[in-house]
């Protein structure tokens, strides 16, 4: 059972454009999510986060919104940039502290010059 | 500053034969995770440790050992290898729990023959 999902394997868009990831999770006790992206070869890395008792953070080009009555997130990149092409996985933590952090299958973005 | 180390990066193994994946960081974080990553799969919680001398059980444990004898190192064990063990084991740490962000290793790809 996926506790978190994400439907799309791939995006492709164009340079300059937004970018849009999302993530559709069931769990009502998830309280805090994550994005991190993971070129090839390497190790993921930290993007950007948000408390569930928050709607919108923002970092630079990169948004996470959170829409706790539908259980979606979604990440904006805007301006996308060629760099930005990696696979995106969503993570989310259940309420109470866990070290155990539940990802996503991840979908490839592709920006495209 | 290397950040997180993982030796190996690639390694094949018989089923049945055993090895340990050495996990190294040099930023004196407590919370140290192993994960693994399948194709077309998110990560998943194999161990992890919140501190030197701690080890606990993640969401997929059966099959690995651990220990954390050193606060810099993380040990993943394999006793016996079986071909279902085939997988990209990242290794992580931060300072401050799952929500640090997690800081990842470049991961060892291992093939179980």
């Known amino acids: 059972d996926q506790q978190v999902k994400q439907n799309s394997p791939s995006l492709s868009v164009q340079e300059g454009r937004i970018s849009i990831l999302n993530c559709d999770y069931t769990?009502?006790?998830?309280?805090?999510f994550l994005w991190y992206k993971k070129y090839p070869a390497e190790g993921p890395t930290f993007l950007i986060s948000?408390?569930?008792?928050?709607d919108k953070n923002e970092d630079g080009r990169f948004t996470v919104f959170l829409n706790k009555s539908a259980k979606h997130l979604s990440l904006h990149i805007v301006p996308s940039q060629p760099g930005d092409s990696a696979v995106y996985f969503c993570?989310?933590?259940?309420?109470?502290?866990?070290?155990?952090?539940?990802f996503g299958k991840g979908t490839k973005l592709t920006v495209n010059p | 500053n290397a950040g997180v180390t993982q030796t190996p990066k690639f390694r094949v193994l018989k089923t049945g034969q055993s090895m340990t994946l050495l996990c190294a960081q040099d930023?004196?974080?407590?919370?140290m995770y192993w994960y693994r990553q399948d194709p077309g799969m998110g990560l998943r919680l194999i161990h992890y440790?919140?501190?030197?001398?701690?080890?606990a059980k993640g969401e997929v444990p059966d099959g690995y050992n651990v220990s954390r004898l050193k606060k810099q190192n993380f040990l993943l064990g394999l006793e016996s290898a079986a071909p279902s063990q085939t997988s990209v084991y990242f290794c992580?740490?931060?300072?401050?729990?799952?929500?640090?962000?997690?800081?990842f290793g470049n991961g060892t790809r291992l093939t179980v023959t």
């Open positions: 992580a740490s931060t300072p401050t729990g799952a929500l640090g962000p997690l800081h």
């Open positions: 769990n009502s006790m998830f309280d805090y």
């Open positions: 948000i408390s569930s008792i928050k």
């Open positions: 993570a989310a933590r259940e309420e109470g502290g866990s070290e155990k952090l539940v």
């Open positions: 930023m004196n974080h407590e919370y």
């Open positions: 440790s919140v501190g030197e001398g701690t080890t």
